[in-house]
Antibody
């Protein structure tokens, strides 16, 4: 069974940075695109960013473009999200999500998430 | 990147059928057959129940079905059961390597 384990969340002050990680296992990581999706407390799902299997295609939501950077290390079976200039509205549970294809097709399997709290 | 529009809540009695709509635009739902639906129980991660408009992943039961007409996609749940009570989200590819979710619908089984 696919396993996705997020880490790196925590409490951070507005304007500071945080790097999230996702450790993937029990599937061939470099065969699939990956995504980050977030959910603010009591709110709905918001797609944040996605990356193709070979990092050749990357997309961002307008709300994070220019501040967040997605990356992956296929040798380490890991996905990352570098978050800079954090704002109160970035506070959420961040999910790592596996896609069904090498390029974005369908967000398939979800991790349990890591919580980011932005507060002074 | 505007969120897809879903009703905030729907309800039905056990055994009944309900349909949840998901309205987007010609730039997302209307153009791409990459609409998916997710079920989320409180405190849990979302679970994929429909992908590519009408397809069910292995392990997802028959009562869940999807369709699309124009800019609106729909999820139908037949034969409601108590365990179907959850939040449901639609999602669509929106072009330029971006994706968009609906605001979510809370399903209450009466």
């Amino acid at each position: 069974e696919v396993q996705l384990v997020e880490s790196g969340g925590g409490l951070v002050q507005p304007g500071r940075s945080l790097r999230l990680s996702c450790a993937a296992s029990r599937f061939t990581f470099d065969d699939y695109a990956m995504h980050w999706v977030r959910q603010a407390p009591g709110k709905g799902l918001e797609w944040v960013s996605g990356i193709s299997w070979n990092s050749g295609i990357i997309g961002y939501a307008d709300s994070v473009k220019g501040r967040f950077t997605i990356s992956r290390d296929n040798a380490k079976n890991s996905l990352y999200l570098q978050m800079n200039s954090l704002r109160a509205e970035d506070m959420a549970l961040y999910y790592c999500v596996k896609d069904m294809g090498r390029f974005g097709v369908t967000l398939d399997v979800w991790g349990q998430g890591t919580t980011v709290t932005v507060s002074s | 990147q505007s969120a897809l529009t879903q009703p905030a809540s729907v309800s039905g009695s056990p055994g009944q059928s309900i349909t949840i709509s998901c309205t987007g635009a010609s730039s997302d739902v209307g153009t791409y057959d990459l609409v998916s639906w997710y079920q989320q129980h409180p405190g849990k991660a979302p679970k994929l129940i429909i992908y590519e408009v009408t397809k069910r992943p292995s392990g997802v039961s028959d009562p869940f079905s999807g369709s699309k007409s124009g800019n609106t996609a729909s999820l139908t749940i037949s034969g409601l059961q108590a365990e179907d009570e959850a939040y449901y989200y639609c999602c669509s590819y929106a072009g330029s390597n971006t994706w968009v979710f609906g605001g979510g619908t809370k399903l209450t089984v009466l």
